[in-house]
T-cell receptor
Framework: GAVVSQHPSWVICKSGTSVKIECRSL??????MFWYRQFPKQSLMLMAT?????????EQGVEKDKFLINHASLTLSTLTVTSAHPEDSSFYIC?????????????FGPGTRLTVL | KQEVTQIPAALSVPEGENLVLNCSFT??????LQWFRQDPGKGLTSLLL?????REQTSGRLNASLDKSSGRSTLYIAASQPGDSATYLC???????????FGQGTTLQVKP
């Protein structure tokens, strides 16, 4: 099956710094990727939809100036957590929509564990 | 606003048992419904995808059903194995945009 990777798999940073997380579709081109956040013992919450070549669409309550998303190519989307604070500590997961004809299929990355001290 | 609920939150069964995981959703106007598996600290693996026009899907020991009118889906796992231990997530797609609304998940433990 298709593979989506994330880098880094985990990161620890100091409060106030920025962290960039990469999401790559390794063997297919994805015009649409999604970013989710998962707090401990909770489910995935959609943060934003990332479309190649255009601005991301953010879900209600997600600060677009804090969570910067760039989908610069058909295989790469990045999420930058700016001025991170301890409450941003979470598990961030991306997914990529499969290309035609299987566009209902999403492939998920392995996740990135962010810890802000 | 679509809400997805999964019951039970946790389940522990002995190896070999057949079991049913439940998922309910509040808005029956769905595009599709998917079941995923998540191992601790890992990403998601897609198990089954049911389109809104379908009633069920099967893959090996897994069978998922969909009843849109009642807002319910079930995931049936036959002859459970310790390797089935994981969190199972139900997710509803409300359109063809790919956006998914997830339930809280059911954490399954299958004891040898």
């Amino acid at each position: 099956g298709a593979v989506v990777s994330q880098h880094p798999s985990w990161v620890i940073c100091k409060s106030g710094t920025s962290v960039k997380i990469e999401c790559r579709s390794l063997d297919f081109q994805a015009t649409t990727m999604f970013w989710y956040r998962q707090f401990p013992k909770q489910s995935l919450m959609l943060m934003a939809t990332s479309n190649e070549g255009s601005k991301a669409t953010y879900e209600q309550g997600v600060e677009k100036d804090k969570f910067l998303i760039n989908h610069a190519s058909l295989t790469l989307s990045t999420l930058t957590v700016t001025s991170a604070h301890p409450e941003d500590s979470s598990f961030y997961i991306c997914s990529a929509l499969a290309p035609l004809p299987a566009t209902d299929t999403q492939y998920f990355g392995p996740g990135t564990r962010l810890t802000v001290l | 606003k679509q809400e997805v609920t999964q019951i039970p939150a946790a389940l522990s069964v002995p190896e070999g048992e057949n079991l049913v995981l439940n998922c309910s959703f509040t808005d029956s106007a769905i595009y599709n419904l998917q079941w995923f598996r998540q191992d601790p600290g890992k990403g998601l693996t897609s198990l089954l995808l049911i389109q809104s026009s379908q009633r069920e899907q099967t893959s090996g020991r897994l069978n998922a059903s969909l009843d849109k009118s009642s807002g319910r889906s079930t995931l049936y796992i036959a002859a459970s194995q310790p390797g089935d231990s994981a969190t199972y997530l139900c997710a509803v797609g409300s359109s063809n945009t790919g956006k998914l609304i997830f339930g809280q998940g059911t954490t399954l433990q299958v004891k040898p």
